[in-house]
């Protein structure tokens, strides 16, 4: 992916907002982490991996964002060193260049309360090769169930990003219900 314009460097370096498994595993050099969320945006498992979470031809779900009025999504910020944000974007692009693209928006961070008014997000909208849409939580939860890539198994995605928001006091219920949904049918498998 080409490096995005609209970077804003500041003199303390750029933020980055994860959702998904950056919330838990941001495998980067940062020099500053916090919750935060993002208002307008709505968490989905509406994005295949190919790269990641599973394989061509048996791609996992992972999240992506979609635009909705009134929505938040919780998740963590990363704040990187000005010396690091080339190298630290470099990587990142590469991670998520299964569909997603940089986008700026404004962070909420917490503890304390601050704003960020050009913090950067990855997000895999529609017109990307990999995007799925929607579908049932039975068909999400079997796709998750079947799914694994050079990461790891799909269902350990799910379990950890519940996991990390149950754990930040976010609510999610997409992604809980897709874990419980998850959980109950590898259950019923067994």
Request: aromatic letters at 8%; charged letters at 25%; a negative charge.
């Amino acid at each position: 992916m080409p490096p995005c314009a609209a970077v804003m460097r500041h003199r303390d370096g750029v933020w980055v907002f994860g959702y998904g498994s950056l919330v838990w595993r941001p495998a980067f050099a940062f020099a500053e982490r916090r919750s935060a969320h993002i208002e307008g945006w709505a968490r989905r498992f509406w994005q295949a991996s190919t790269d990641h979470r599973g394989v061509p031809g048996a791609p996992g779900r992972v999240v992506t964002l979609v635009a909705s009025a009134g929505a938040r999504c919780d998740g963590t910020a990363y704040r990187i060193a000005p010396g690091d944000v080339d190298e630290v974007l470099a990587a990142l692009d590469h991670r998520e260049k299964g569909g997603y693209r940089r986008h700026v928006v404004p962070l909420a961070l917490a503890l304390p309360d601050e704003v960020v008014e050009a913090g950067l997000v990855y997000v895999a909208s529609e017109d990307n090769p990999n995007y799925v849409g929607p579908a049932p939580l039975e068909e999400i939860a079997a796709h998750v169930l079947g799914a694994h890539g050079p990461s790891g198994p799909n269902d350990e995605y799910v379990f950890e990003l519940a996991a990390a928001l149950r754990a930040m006091g976010a609510e999610d219920r997409h992604v809980f219900a897709v874990a419980e949904r998850v959980r109950a049918q590898a259950s019923a498998a067994d």
